[in-house]
């Protein structure tokens, strides 16, 4: 069966250290894949995709992910975390279908 | 744009009742979605909409219907709410490519006592 994993439920950083939050994908051909946030009571937003070429995306907030296909992972990065970034996070992967992982909550220690 | 709407944001049924929740979006998609989020978990895929009088089964369809008589609209109803149906719901849409992002509502938080 095709998945997303993300292996830490949670993740804890200091504030000003960089974050990773990580995210392999067990789906066949080469999927698509995105990161959305989730502010508390809040619905699901848009971070970052990866379609197709450079390996290191670029997305809202200051965020980033790493890509590596043989690995199938697609982490995601900051080099400088901030309080505000604290919240839940789900990464997700689509060949004619979404897949979405379970969500990595991340706290960031002021 | 007002992007995607939920109504309402929130809801207390007693067993058995029914009820619909509402789900609009102004962005011209023609795929729509609705998952639930239960506690400290992830989206659960309920039903989804390719475009205008055509729906389809996801995940955890069981308790659910859902319509699609416009573009626009994507209504999700329970008949027969359980306990098991405390959940938040959310109400997503797309451009219906694969690589385009879903756009979400703020979600719809039920409370079946």
């Known amino acids: 069966a095709q998945s997303v994993a993300q292996p830490e439920d949670q993740v804890n950083v200091a504030e000003g250290n960089p974050l990773t939050v990580k995210c392999t994908y067990s789906?066949?051909?080469?999927?698509?894949l995105f990161w959305y946030v989730q502010y508390p009571n809040r619905g699901l937003q848009f971070l970052l995709k990866?379609?197709?070429?450079d390996n290191l995306v670029k997305g809202s907030y200051g965020f980033e992910a790493e890509f590596n296909k043989s690995q199938t992972s697609f982490h995601l990065k900051k080099p400088s975390a901030l309080v505000s970034d604290s919240a839940l996070y789900f990464c997700?992967?689509?060949?004619?279908?979404?897949?979405w992982g379970a969500g990595t909550k991340l706290i960031i220690k002021p | 744009n007002a992007g995607v709407t939920q109504t309402p944001k929130f809801r207390i049924l007693k067993i058995g009742q029914s009820m619909t929740l509402q789900c609009t979006q102004d962005?011209?998609?023609?795929?729509m979605y609705w998952y639930r989020q239960d506690p400290g978990m992830g989206l659960k895929l309920i039903y989804y909409?390719?475009?205008?009088?055509?729906?389809d089964k996801g995940e955890v369809p069981n308790g659910y219907n859902v319509s699609r008589s416009t573009t626009e609209d994507f209504p999700l109803r329970l008949e027969l709410a359980a306990p098991s149906q405390t959940s938040v719901y959310f109400c997503?849409?797309?451009?219906?490519?694969?690589?385009?992002?879903?756009?979400f509502g703020p979600g719809t938080r039920l409370t079946v006592l």
């Open positions: 997700a992967a689509n060949n004619y279908q979404l897949i």
């Open positions: 789906v066949s051909g080469n999927p698509y």
């Open positions: 990866y379609i197709t070429g």
């Open positions: 962005m011209n998609h023609n795929y």
């Open positions: 909409s390719v475009g205008a009088g055509i729906t």
């Open positions: 997503a849409s797309t451009t219906g490519t694969g690589q385009n992002e879903q756009f």
